[in-house]
């Protein structure tokens, strides 16, 4: 080695392939390098359905079964959800049948009064889904209105009774107090109401059985 060298050569590397046929350093590095871009490209090749220089790209078994088990979380509650839709059709359906008939005669009479399409939004001519849940809350208003009436006159006949009974006795000018109506126990019986108080204590009872 001179003194005048300020650094050192590599030396050239002869790896014989083959008698007589010497491979450089460069030329082995060249050759990795071609080897490594041929492996990148084969596995994007295989990303996108194709091969590349023979080399297929190994499908993960993780990535494969979190990917089925998407697919069947998803075809889950597609089913849940197409049952929840069934079931709400099924149960508007019986609100059709308990409402009455005349409660839809209305938007029969008001289509051919006008000569035009009809309004139902269906092609039999039956209530679509939003005038089925609108005529229903008028029915209901409509029954409660009319338990209201009754109730009131059931109060007032229970009243006279008793007045009738008071004076038969001589016993005149004292407070009178209605008993229970039919509404009122009836409402009582579903935990509604002042008189739902025999409601509470026997659900009170069934939860301290099973509690037991």
């Known amino acids: 080695m001179s003194s005048g060298s300020s650094q050192y050569k590599v030396p050239n590397i002869n790896i014989h392939k083959e008698a007589g046929s010497p491979v450089n350093a460069s030329e082995l590095l060249s050759r990795s390098s071609d080897i490594k871009k041929q492996l990148s490209q084969s596995f994007q090749g295989s990303s996108s359905g194709g091969t590349s220089g023979g ?3 190994p499908q993960s078994r993780r990535n494969s079964s979190i990917h089925i088990k998407n697919e069947e979380d998803e075809e889950d509650d597609q089913g849940n959800e197409r049952k929840r839709r069934d079931n709400i059709n099924e149960k508007i359906q019986e609100l059709l049948g308990l409402v009455p008939s005349m409660y839809f005669q209305e938007l029969t009479s008001r289509d051919d009064e006008d000569g035009a399409a009809k309004s139902t939004g269906t092609k039999d001519g039956k209530p679509n889904k939003g005038q ?3 005529k229903s809350v008028e029915y209901i208003q409509y029954l409660q209105n009319l338990i209201d009436d ?3 006159k059931e109060v007032e006949l229970l009243l006279r009774l008793k007045n009738l009974k008071m004076q038969q006795q001589g016993r005149g000018n004292v ?13 009582g019986e579903i935990g509604v109401g002042p008189h739902s108080r025999k409601y509470f204590e026997e659900v009170l009872y069934q939860i301290a059985n099973n509690k037991s």
Do not use: F, G, M, W
């Open 132 to 134: 089925i849940l609108t």
């Open 150 to 152: 009754n109730n009131r």
């Open 55 to 57: 080399v297929q790209k």
């Open 175 to 187: 407070p009178l107090s209605a008993d229970p109506t039919s509404a009122e126990i009836a409402l």
